[in-house]
């Protein structure tokens, strides 16, 4: 059963002309998302921007809206999301809101409309937590960081 998910405009009067999230490919994995700055955005390197959406979602129980970044704008402009990936949990009923920043090397402008997030929706389990005096051991153990690199 695939989930459904709801969205909403927030200030429809003024928000409409934004696109709602959607697939670009019938095999695509995220719908692609558009700021809804009012005005320009210009975002310089370093800058980091929390850029709204115009929209909320309800995510059935059970799964979870992830929201990274696109791999164009990153890959060509150092566009990416600060926290990615995020993660909008099936309770949060508040804006969508991407923190945006700027790892490039020159400004970058954002105009109302364009696509620079991308939302994967993704079925979740809550774990069970259980207290206990150790742990079993495994053949990597204790090897961290680029343990396996040497």
Known sequence: MEPVIEFCYLRPRKDSDIPLPCYMTSLSAGMD???AVEKDLTLNP?????TPTGFAIAVPRGF????????GLALKHGITL???????????????MLPLINLGKIPYTIHRGD???QMVINQIFQAGIKLVTCLDKTDRNTGGFGHTGL
Request: aromatic share 2%.
């Open 33 to 35: 998302i558009c700021a």
């Open 46 to 50: 370093g800058d980091i921007h929390l």
């Open 64 to 71: 979870e809206a992830q929201i990274r970044p696109r791999s």
């Open 82 to 96: 600060i926290n990615s990936p995020g993660t909008i949990d099936a309770d949060y009923r508040g804006e969508v």
């Open 115 to 117: 696509r620079v997030a």
